[in-house]
């Protein structure tokens, strides 16, 4: 009933930026928290960043000063803009959004399909 459409990723060197969109479809009621996480090979998916109703932001600390989460109610999308990347960066980015559907009362927790960042040095 929910998808999230991830874009934006790709190759990109040592230093330089990019900027993730996620755009939530679906019979969307109302969309509560949104977030980035990311997955690198071997390791476990990890918060990059969280945006919550309030405005409220967290950074995992190994971003934070060089990555911004951002959203557009209207458009119900989701971005992070990346700057300064370097190769640690490198993995597969999910965005994950708290969605109420129509016609129901409660927010359950979608997934986008992932995205690949990969940043040469």
């Known amino acids: 009933q929910v998808q999230l459409v991830e874009s934006g990723g790709g190759l990109v060197q040592a230093g330089g930026s990019l900027r993730l969109s996620c755009a939530a479809s679906g019979r969307i009621a109302g969309i509560g928290a949104m977030g980035w996480y990311r997955q690198a090979p071997g390791k476990q998916r990890e918060l990059v960043a969280s945006l919550v109703g309030g405005g409220t932001t967290n950074y995992a600390d190994s971003v934070k000063g060089r990555f911004t989460i951002s959203r557009d109610n209207a458009k119900n999308t989701v971005y992070l803009q990346m700057n300064s990347l370097n190769p640690e960066d490198t993995a597969v980015y999910y965005c994950?959004?708290?969605?109420?559907?129509?016609?129901?009362?409660?927010?359950?927790?979608?997934w986008g399909q992932g995205i690949q960042v990969t940043v040469s040095s």
């Open positions: 994950n959004m708290g969605v109420r559907v129509r016609d129901t009362y409660v927010f359950n927790n979608y």
